[in-house]
């Protein structure tokens, strides 16, 4: 581990060096549709970006996941059928002011995407990413990122953090490519550490104030309570709507279609999906295991808080906090999780199951 | 508000129903709630910042809620013409549904900032509401507040849009529903989508092609405000449940508006008044049939 | 977009416009139309429904999507429709779907809604030479990206 000093100047000049070769560069920026809300967007310079601010409304998956991918394109000919791969390299691309929790739900994600089957499109776009986060101080009742056993400091997934300093930024630099980046620009520097910690320290500690970090004994809990009757009362209010797995950084299921122009010639994409839409595991026999929103939001948290880290030892969910601000019903996650743990730890001492109070 | 909570608490009481569905303070600001037992009717409340449209809950597709067993639900003036939408339609029976009426002063745009209303800060639904004391009701509660303030935001974006020329306004459009990812939120939060199978899902043959481009996004909003046309009720939860944004409450205010001065109609809370397109006048409009 | 003809250039971008038609009147006026010899532009390709209640404004929407640079929906007058009511419902239909797709930015020229019946074969030939020449001069349909597989 390494530090460097980045000054404001220098970080403005990385950006414009970063442009002027074609790479492109994201970062958080002020929306169009609201100034109060930012969005990971593409920047020209460094002046775009609003660092620091506030908690942007979606993640960076759509950037190394895209909502709809061509995979590949097919026509037929008389000689039978053409097929047009597309290219698994990824134009170089540089995050820069990404959420640790964003930059972490990368790295959680990559366990399935290289699991059974090697996705190389996803492992093309993170080949050719560099991850710039930035210190989170912008941290509301919502998010959790501590309870996952990440934090507002995180390193996981990202290639250096930046913690802002006078001046500008210590610059934290964790792997070869956060050093390639950053070298020209930035001076190696051990001057900073002690005031850059106590920032990350405060950071930390209003962040564990939101949930309290979830024990390795919820998830067996998660899988012996498949049955529990608190599934039936728990997402009454959820619609269905699948927004938070539009927002949510390590959701990553999807649908694959078939899209034609002619009768010959046309693309194979994949979309995203979500399990809590209601045809999400409807049979073509017509029979749907998940038949109702209570089944469906039961899979939500079984997948994430359960199945995912038996099989890859992580929570698939980084503490982000989206799906709560996105819900339009008024789900609330790490209220819903507290209220589960809770429901575990006093199972644990009698074996008497309540409903839920949400 | 306590005539609300005493109701609720009767009517689980004596059985006339088994849930009742409100609003709660939730921890980060009103929620739906679904009071099954009596004594948690104390968590029923009603203000300025109960915007969701609970008749979506009436559904018969949500299949956990029709679980619980005869509802009550708690209804703004708006919200009721969603549940005559649904009766409507028949989608639920009157019988079969309890509505609690509330009279409503308008609600916020932001019901997280909890502010003052004012033109500013009110919803762009609610000026010039006729429905602040809702005719279709089983029990109306509540006292009646002054009228709401006018916020005139949506129909500047309107008149402005209506300025351009064509091509802008395809620009405009096409950018907007760019950051569509059919995820069908829209859909699902909405009272009067209720198709079990959607003409989006339809595969053989697949008319709106599912991916999230430009043009399949744009098929895709258009078909759906259409389908709506003469039966949304104008609540907004389009808009509030879309997580990009995306401003659909102005499509469907300009069919509503194209439908009431081309039909004369109004959403309304009779479930006896006829849907518009499902009738006809013989000297309706034809001014742009050749 | 590389793909996108110039309007105007000599390789004749020629309009393509389908036409849904009703079976009774439209159909058959334009068949009138055919068997009189009456000149007409090439470039509508008809469609026979049964009724113009028939069509669906998916049918539109999915014809400029797959390369149509306009559109005509015909029907019998009101009044005279076979199944008595069926072009009451669609004229409904037609006007909101009309006001939709101008407030979305398709030029109302680009769709044509008409009453034609089985004795008009005059009106038809009109409509066809008149679409086809309002088409011609408002040039293709706009591209849209998105199409053919192009990456977002």
Not at chain 1, 106 to 123: A, T
Not at chain 1, 152 to 180: H, Q
Not at chain 1, 247 to 260: L, N, Q
Not at chain 2, 144 to 151: D, E, H, K, R, S
């Given at each position: 581990m390494t530090h460097r000093f980045l000054s404001h100047a220098s970080l403005t000049a990385l950006v414009a060096e970063l442009v002027a070769a074609k790479t492109r560069v994201i970062a958080p920026v002020r929306a169009?549709?609201?100034?109060?809300q930012v969005d990971y967007r593409p920047i020209h310079k460094l002046e775009d970006a609003a660092l620091g601010v506030r908690l942007t409304r979606g993640s960076l998956k759509e950037f190394f996941l895209p909502p709809t991918e061509v995979l590949l394109h097919y026509k037929q000919t008389k000689e039978g059928v053409e097929i047009r791969e597309v290219p698994t390299e990824a134009p170089p691309q540089v995050i820069l002011g990404s959420t640790p929790c964003d930059a972490a739900a990368l790295e959680v994600v990559d366990k399935v995407m290289g699991w059974d089957y090697r996705d190389e499109l996803w492992f093309g776009r993170r080949a050719a990413s560099t991850i710039v986060s930035l210190l989170c101080t912008a941290m509301d009742s919502t998010c959790f990122c501590t309870a996952t056993g990440l934090g507002p400091d995180s390193f996981r997934g990202s290639d250096a953090l930046l913690v802002p300093v006078e001046g500008g930024y210590l610059a934290n630099v964790i792997t070869p490519k956060g050093e390639a980046l950053l070298q020209k620009y930035a001076e190696a520097d051990e001057s900073m550490k002690a005031s850059a910690e106590a920032a990350q320290g405060e950071a930390r500690q209003k962040e564990?104030?939101?949930?309290?970090?979830?024990?390795?004994?919820?998830?067996?809990?998660?899988?012996?309570?498949?049955?529990?009757?608190?599934w039936k009362t728990i997402a009454l209010r959820c619609h269905g709507c699948g927004a938070c797995a539009g927002v949510c950084p390590t959701c990553h299921c999807f649908d694959i279609v078939d899209e034609h122009d002619t009768a010959d010639e046309g693309v194979r994409r994949r979309n995203w999906d979500s399990c809590q839409t209601s045809k999400f595991t409807l049979h073509a026999s017509g029979h749907n295991p998940r038949q109702s929103q209570s089944e469906r939001f039961r899979q939500r948290i079984q997948h994430k808080f359960s199945i995912y880290p038996s099989r890859f030892a992580e929570i698939l969910c980084t503490g982000c906090g989206r799906c709560t601000r996105a819900c339009p019903g008024g789900m609330d996650l790490p209220k819903l999780l507290d209220e589960l743990m809770t429901l575990a730890k006093s199972e644990a001492k009698s074996s008497e199951p309540k409903g839920s109070s949400l | 508000m306590k005539e609300l909570q005493d109701l609720a608490r009767k009517l689980l009481n004596d059985g006339t129903v088994k849930v009742v569905i409100g609003y709660e303070e939730g921890a980060r600001g009103v929620r739906p709630a679904f009071i099954t037992d009596a004594k948690q009717a104390g968590k029923l409340i009603f203000d300025k910042r109960c915007v969701q449209n609970l008749a979506a809950y009436l559904n018969p597709r949500r299949k956990q809620v029709a679980q619980?067993?005869?509802?009550?639900?708690?209804?703004?003036?708006?919200d009721a013409r969603a549940v005559a939408g649904l009766i409507r339609e028949k989608q639920i029976e009157r019988d079969k549904v309890v509505i609690i009426a509330v009279r409503c002063g308008g609600v916020l745009e932001n019901p997280e900032t909890d502010s003052e209303l004012t033109s500013e800060t009110v919803s762009v639904r609610c000026g010039?509401?006729?429905?602040?004391?809702?005719?279709?009701?089983?029990?109306?509660?509540?006292?009646?507040?002054?009228?709401?303030?006018?916020?005139?935001?949506?129909?500047?974006?309107?008149?402005?849009l209506k300025k351009l020329s064509s091509a802008d306004r395809w620009s405009y459009w096409t950018e907007q529903l760019s950051r569509c990812i059919r995820c069908h939120a829209c859909r699902e939060a909405c009272p009067m989508c209720f198709c079990v199978q959607c003409t989006a899902e339809k595969t053989q043959p697949q008319w709106i092609d599912p991916s999230a481009t430009p043009r399949a996004n744009r098929a895709w909003q258009t078909m759906r405000v259409l389908h709506q046309a003469g039966r949304c009720v104008?609540?907004?939860?389009?808009?509030?449940?879309?997580?990009?944004?995306i401003p659909l409450g102005l499509l469907a205010r300009y069919v509503a508006d194209s439908v009431e001065r081309r039909f004369d109609y109004k959403a309304c809370e009779d479930p006896a008044v006829a849907a518009p397109l499902g009738v006809y006048k013989t000297n309706d409009d034809e001014e742009f049939i050749r | 977009m590389s793909d996108e003809v110039e309007h105007g250039s000599d390789d004749a971008w020629s309009p393509k416009v389908v036409a849904f038609v009703c079976n009774w009147c439209t159909y058959t006026g334009a068949d009138l139309a055919g068997t009189s010899r009456l000149q007409m532009a090439p470039n509508v390709r008809v469609i026979r429904l049964t009724c113009s209640s028939r069509v669906n404004p998916l049918f539109i929407i999915?014809?400029?999507?797959?390369?149509?640079?306009?559109?005509?929906?015909s029907g019998c007058h009101t009044g005279d429709c076979h199944y008595s009511t069926g072009n009451y419902y669609a004229r409904r239909r037609f006007a909101i779907l009309h006001d939709l797709l101008e407030f979305m930015g398709v030029e109302t020229n680009r769709v044509t809604f008409s009453w034609v019946s089985a004795s008009e074969g005059n009106k038809w030939q009109e409509v066809v030479n008149e679409t086809t020449a309002r088409i011609k001069e408002l040039g293709p349909f706009r591209t849209l990206q998105g199409q053919k597989g192009v990456e977002l």
């Amino acid at each position: 581990m390494t530090h460097r000093f980045l000054s404001h100047a220098s970080l403005t000049a990385l950006v414009a060096e970063l442009v002027a070769a074609k790479t492109r560069v994201i970062a958080p920026v002020r929306a169009q549709d609201d100034p109060e809300q930012v969005d990971y967007r593409p920047i020209h310079k460094l002046e775009d970006a609003a660092l620091g601010v506030r908690l942007t409304r979606g993640s960076l998956k759509e950037f190394f996941l895209p909502p709809t991918e061509v995979l590949l394109h097919y026509k037929q000919t008389k000689e039978g059928v053409e097929i047009r791969e597309v290219p698994t390299e990824a134009p170089p691309q540089v995050i820069l002011g990404s959420t640790p929790c964003d930059a972490a739900a990368l790295e959680v994600v990559d366990k399935v995407m290289g699991w059974d089957y090697r996705d190389e499109l996803w492992f093309g776009r993170r080949a050719a990413s560099t991850i710039v986060s930035l210190l989170c101080t912008a941290m509301d009742s919502t998010c959790f990122c501590t309870a996952t056993g990440l934090g507002p400091d995180s390193f996981r997934g990202s290639d250096a953090l930046l913690v802002p300093v006078e001046g500008g930024y210590l610059a934290n630099v964790i792997t070869p490519k956060g050093e390639a980046l950053l070298q020209k620009y930035a001076e190696a520097d051990e001057s900073m550490k002690a005031s850059a910690e106590a920032a990350q320290g405060e950071a930390r500690q209003k962040e564990e104030k939101n949930l309290a970090a979830i024990p390795p004994e919820f998830s067996a809990w998660l899988a012996t309570n498949f049955d529990n009757p608190i599934w039936k009362t728990i997402a009454l209010r959820c619609h269905g709507c699948g927004a938070c797995a539009g927002v949510c950084p390590t959701c990553h299921c999807f649908d694959i279609v078939d899209e034609h122009d002619t009768a010959d010639e046309g693309v194979r994409r994949r979309n995203w999906d979500s399990c809590q839409t209601s045809k999400f595991t409807l049979h073509a026999s017509g029979h749907n295991p998940r038949q109702s929103q209570s089944e469906r939001f039961r899979q939500r948290i079984q997948h994430k808080f359960s199945i995912y880290p038996s099989r890859f030892a992580e929570i698939l969910c980084t503490g982000c906090g989206r799906c709560t601000r996105a819900c339009p019903g008024g789900m609330d996650l790490p209220k819903l999780l507290d209220e589960l743990m809770t429901l575990a730890k006093s199972e644990a001492k009698s074996s008497e199951p309540k409903g839920s109070s949400l | 508000m306590k005539e609300l909570q005493d109701l609720a608490r009767k009517l689980l009481n004596d059985g006339t129903v088994k849930v009742v569905i409100g609003y709660e303070e939730g921890a980060r600001g009103v929620r739906p709630a679904f009071i099954t037992d009596a004594k948690q009717a104390g968590k029923l409340i009603f203000d300025k910042r109960c915007v969701q449209n609970l008749a979506a809950y009436l559904n018969p597709r949500r299949k956990q809620v029709a679980q619980l067993g005869t509802p009550a639900v708690v209804v703004k003036g708006c919200d009721a013409r969603a549940v005559a939408g649904l009766i409507r339609e028949k989608q639920i029976e009157r019988d079969k549904v309890v509505i609690i009426a509330v009279r409503c002063g308008g609600v916020l745009e932001n019901p997280e900032t909890d502010s003052e209303l004012t033109s500013e800060t009110v919803s762009v639904r609610c000026g010039g509401c006729d429905v602040r004391e809702p005719k279709l009701h089983d029990h109306l509660v509540g006292e009646l507040p002054p009228a709401p303030p006018v916020n005139n935001h949506r129909e500047e974006q309107i008149a402005a849009l209506k300025k351009l020329s064509s091509a802008d306004r395809w620009s405009y459009w096409t950018e907007q529903l760019s950051r569509c990812i059919r995820c069908h939120a829209c859909r699902e939060a909405c009272p009067m989508c209720f198709c079990v199978q959607c003409t989006a899902e339809k595969t053989q043959p697949q008319w709106i092609d599912p991916s999230a481009t430009p043009r399949a996004n744009r098929a895709w909003q258009t078909m759906r405000v259409l389908h709506q046309a003469g039966r949304c009720v104008d609540c907004l939860e389009c808009e509030r449940a879309c997580p990009e944004h995306i401003p659909l409450g102005l499509l469907a205010r300009y069919v509503a508006d194209s439908v009431e001065r081309r039909f004369d109609y109004k959403a309304c809370e009779d479930p006896a008044v006829a849907a518009p397109l499902g009738v006809y006048k013989t000297n309706d409009d034809e001014e742009f049939i050749r | 977009m590389s793909d996108e003809v110039e309007h105007g250039s000599d390789d004749a971008w020629s309009p393509k416009v389908v036409a849904f038609v009703c079976n009774w009147c439209t159909y058959t006026g334009a068949d009138l139309a055919g068997t009189s010899r009456l000149q007409m532009a090439p470039n509508v390709r008809v469609i026979r429904l049964t009724c113009s209640s028939r069509v669906n404004p998916l049918f539109i929407i999915k014809a400029f999507e797959r390369g149509a640079d306009g559109v005509v929906v015909s029907g019998c007058h009101t009044g005279d429709c076979h199944y008595s009511t069926g072009n009451y419902y669609a004229r409904r239909r037609f006007a909101i779907l009309h006001d939709l797709l101008e407030f979305m930015g398709v030029e109302t020229n680009r769709v044509t809604f008409s009453w034609v019946s089985a004795s008009e074969g005059n009106k038809w030939q009109e409509v066809v030479n008149e679409t086809t020449a309002r088409i011609k001069e408002l040039g293709p349909f706009r591209t849209l990206q998105g199409q053919k597989g192009v990456e977002l």
